[in-house]
């Protein structure tokens, strides 16, 4: 099964054959490296820029105007924080501009933590970008999600932010993707380039299908009806694993849904569950003040008060300037499998 | 010269640029007044000098509708039309990347009362109707967005639209042909990065792009001096480092300011590379109406090309002032027009903010708001 970076790499090639990508450019982007990453080698778009993450923003929105398809991608999401006016604009400017343009840029970049990255190389990033109107924001967690949000990411003529979860991207799913061949190793050999000298190497790219993930469509990983909870990126694949403990150990049935996109989010999928249980949790590893699962919380206080059957949660990171290079530091900011299947636990089976 | 040469020369003419000299990378012009040997045809002038006339006018009546209640706050380009106006004239216009892209500033609008726009549509803009072809009647006025045109929206944040330009330059520059992409700014803004990651992404070796970077100089950022602040003497020296060659124009003079966009303008579509221009101007009505809009005692390119225009013989004092009271019966329309026309809905709020996709389960259409439940 491909990793999720190997995903990401394989929709790049897809919408450069299939959707029009015309330019996947940022900081190391383009050959020798292909992303520290290594999400975009041997693409026949690929081009390194310079590093200067507003230059990347600015370049995609001109590319777009001019009638391009560009992907662009700021390296780590920790250093895009300077863009922020930028990405405003990219997403106000049709809103603001009369609907005289659209905007159809894709950036990636990878967020959250997991890679032991220090104060820099582990901020989270859709609470942020969550308020920036007019853009969408999907996160997936595993590689076909993140092979279908991308092709979905590129072919919806508005701005899109892919989030990748940095934990996540080493990390094989148990699907294939659509023309993806079933030998890690085989697949390894065609698109992964060489150590060393890759002057010469050339990817030989399977024949890939379609697979578009709609934006705005969470999946049900779990089904249950004891207690509902709604993650997404690195937290998603713990809580279907803490589901799958509290089955085996406490017969508890919990459903998890994977939103995938943060926005436009999947309300009725949210709305839909917790009718069925009354209980909803809701994790995340972006610091508690203020965090996008604050803005779900409401919704279900709002519109679900009278059908809750004890009180709605968010698990989050804590609200610390950042995440310390010692793993005592980042064990306990961020959610881990412990915390995560505690709060379950204490949702499914606190007294009514 | 009056009647013979049936041309008019500039006032602060810079020495055109010969390709030896515009392949220099220390090319730059000296300070305007050195030479004079460049001169415009009657009709050329008078056509300029119109526009620079219907131009005012519009914003002379915007700032009157700023200060009635019939709009609320005002920003533009009084100051700025002669070298505006030339602009305007100058530019390959169209839509798509095969025409030169704009990426202005709030301070252009003589360059599109050059281009053609309608004065009413400015206006528009300024009494906030939903017939406001640039904003939908959501942004200030001098805020334009005409796809037409390739007028690439333009926003309050400054200088934001120098990390966008080498964007559209990258897909000229792909495509072959002669387009350019042009954008303006202010000198005080040069002093945000954007200004230098232009320079960065307009001069990559062997990805160097065909970008015109127009500084508009009026010595003023809001209340401080840009001299106060900005130890360079020409914000185009910057240029100098990474090869983009310059020139300092005078502004306040549409004949000067024609030859030096004409020998920017050659140069980016010929050489497919950036090149600079700083324009000194005035600024007549201060920043905005943020600071009352006073009229200043600055030099107004308007009367000072009036004088020529008389000089030469090419209008009378009693055909200016009909082009004037022309004008601002033109604009005295057009804001009549415009106030009764229709104003945007509380439908309307949503509207605009996404393009429809046929991978959105949400918004297949336009945003309608936070997510709502869907029975499926």
């Known amino acids: ?352 | 010269m009056r009647g013979k040469s049936g041309t008019l020369p500039g006032n602060g003419q810079a020495r055109p640029m010969t390709k030896s000299a515009s392949a220099q990378v220390d090319s730059h012009i000296p300070a305007p007044g050195s030479l004079g040997t460049e001169s415009l045809p009657r009709d050329r002038c008078l056509e300029l000098h119109r526009i620079m006339v219907r131009a005012r006018a519009m914003e002379e009546r915007m700032i009157k509708m700023s200060k009635s209640g019939e709009g609320y706050f005002w920003i533009g380009g009084p100051g700025e039309e002669a070298f505006n106006a030339a602009l305007g004239l100058l530019i390959k216009k169209g839509e798509g990347p095969d025409f030169d892209f704009l990426h202005l500033h709030y301070r252009n609008s003589a360059t599109m009362v050059a281009m053609g726009m309608p004065m009413i549509d400015g206006i528009r803009q300024m009494a906030m109707t939903a017939t406001d072809p640039h904003s939908f009647g959501r942004n200030f006025p001098g805020h334009f967005a005409f796809k037409k045109w390739n007028v690439t929206p333009i926003s309050s944040v400054i200088e934001n639209q120098f990390v966008i330009a080498p964007g559209t330059a990258i897909v000229q520059k792909r495509r072959g042909g002669d387009a350019v992409t042009i954008v303006v700014g202010g000198e005080s803004g040069s002093a945000e990065g954007d200004f230098a990651s232009c320079l960065i992404w307009s001069t990559r070796p062997g990805n160097e792009l065909p970008v015109l970077m127009i500084v508009m100089n009026n010595g003023w950022g809001i209340s401080t001096p840009h001299g106060s602040q900005h130890g360079a003497k020409n914000v185009i020296d910057r240029g100098k480092p990474f090869g983009i060659p310059g020139e300092v124009v005078e502004g306040n003079d549409p004949v000067a300011s024609w030859f030096a966009i004409k020998r920017a303008l050659e140069y980016c579509r010929k050489e497919r590379r950036a090149y600079m221009l700083e324009a000194k101007v005035s600024r007549l009505y201060g920043h905005s109406s943020s600071s009352g809009a006073p009229r200043s005692s600055d030099p107004d390119c308007i009367a000072m090309f009036e004088e020529k225009l008389l000089v030469q013989g090419w209008l009378s004092q009693e055909a200016i002032e009909r082009l004037h009271a022309e004008a601002k019966a033109e604009a005295d329309a057009a804001a009549a027009q415009a106030v009764q026309e229709e104003k945007p809905h509380k439908e309307h709020v949503e509207r605009f903010t996404y393009a429809p996709s046929s991978v959105d389960k949400v918004y297949p259409g336009d945003y309608t708001g936070v997510p709502q439940r869907i029975d499926d």
């Open chain 1, 1 to 352: 099964m491909a990793t999720m970076v190997q995903a990401v790499r394989m929709a790049l090639h897809y919408g450069e054959e299939h959707l029009g990508v015309t330019d996947v450019f940022g900081q190391d982007v383009g050959p020798p490296l292909g992303g520290v990453f290594t999400a975009t080698q041997g693409l026949k778009t690929a081009w390194n820029s310079p590093l200067d993450e507003r230059g990347i923003i600015g370049a995609a929105m001109g590319i777009a105007y001019a009638g391009g398809r560009p992907v662009c991608e700021i390296q780590f999401c920790d250093y895009g924080f300077n863009t922020i006016d930028l990405l405003k604009v990219a997403g106000n400017q049709r809103w603001a501009g009369a609907g005289n343009y659209d905007m159809p840029i894709v950036l990636m970049t990878p967020s959250g933590s997991g890679i032991r990255g220090s104060l820099y190389h582990s901020h989270s990033f859709e609470s942020w970008a969550s308020r920036l109107a007019g853009w969408k924001i999907v996160m997936p967690s595993n590689p076909l999600d993140a092979y279908g949000l991308m092709l979905s990411a590129i072919a919806d003529p508005n701005p899109v932010m892919v989030l990748l979860p940095k934990a996540l991207l080493r990390m094989r799913g148990d699907q294939l993707l659509p023309g993806e061949p079933a030998n890690e190793a085989a697949l390894k050999d065609m698109i992964d380039a060489p150590l060393g000298d890759r002057t010469r190497w050339q990817p030989r790219w399977p024949e890939l299908g379609p697979h578009f993930v709609a934006l705005g469509e969470a999946s049900l990983v779990r089904e249950g009806t004891h207690a509902t909870v709604v993650s997404y990126g690195r937290t998603l694949p713990l809580c279907a694993q803490a589901a799958d403990q509290l089955r085996d150990e406490d017969s508890l049935e919990i459903e998890v849904l994977d939103l995938r996109s943060i926005f436009p989010y999947d309300w009725s999928a949210i709305s839909r569950s917790l009718e069925k249980t009354g209980r909803i949790l809701i994790v995340n590893e972006d610091t508690e003040v203020t965090n996008f699962g604050e803005h779900l919380l409401r919704r279900v206080i709002d519109e679900h008060f009278y059908e809750l059957v004890v009180r709605p949660r968010v698990l989050m990171g804590k609200h610390v300037p950042g995440i310390g290079l010692n793993q005592e530091y980042e064990r306990n900011t961020v959610p881990q499998l412990p915390r995560i299947k505690d709060a379950m636990r204490e949702l499914a089976t606190e007294e009514a």
